[in-house]
């Protein structure tokens, strides 16, 4: 069993920074992917970053590639997506999860997770 608590959301203006966290207890094994995902109002969530546990190989969507970082610490206790050179558009909540599963080419297909946290509100300004 694997409990995931986000932290670091807030409103900024497009063009700011966040650090968003997701603190993990439990057993995060080797063949574990966690990712970030979020959602805005009226759409469906989305991925936006994975990192496998195994290779700490990454992967993003297009639309953050360049702007955020996703991270694991070296105790594998907590997850981080730095977020920079924010726009309107990254609005959402955002959710951390994890999953044994490879992350590969479905990784951002919610469905094959099998953690995840309460999210965290991100607002971003024009």
């Known amino acids: 069993q694997v409990r995931l608590v986000e932290s670091g959301g807030g409103s900024v203006q497009a063009g700011g920074s966040l650090r968003l966290s997701c603190a993990a207890s439990g057993s995060l094994w080797r063949n574990y992917c966690m990712a970030w995902f979020r959602q805005a109002p009226g759409k469906e969530r989305e991925g936006v970053a994975s990192?496998?546990?195994?290779?700490?190989?990454?992967q993003y969507a297009d639309s953050v590639t360049g702007r955020f970082t996703i991270s694991l610490d070296n105790a594998w206790s907590t997850l981080y997506l730095q977020m920079n050179s924010l726009k309107p558009e990254d609005t959402g909540v955002y959710y951390c999860?994890?999953?044994?599963?490879?992350?590969?080419?479905?990784?951002?297909?919610?469905?094959?997770?099998?953690?995840w946290g309460q999210g965290t509100q991100v607002i971003v300004s024009s």
């Open positions: 990192l496998y546990l195994r290779d700490s190989s990454t």
């Open positions: 999860a994890a999953g044994p599963r490879l992350c590969g080419s479905f990784w951002h297909d919610f469905s094959g997770f099998a953690y």
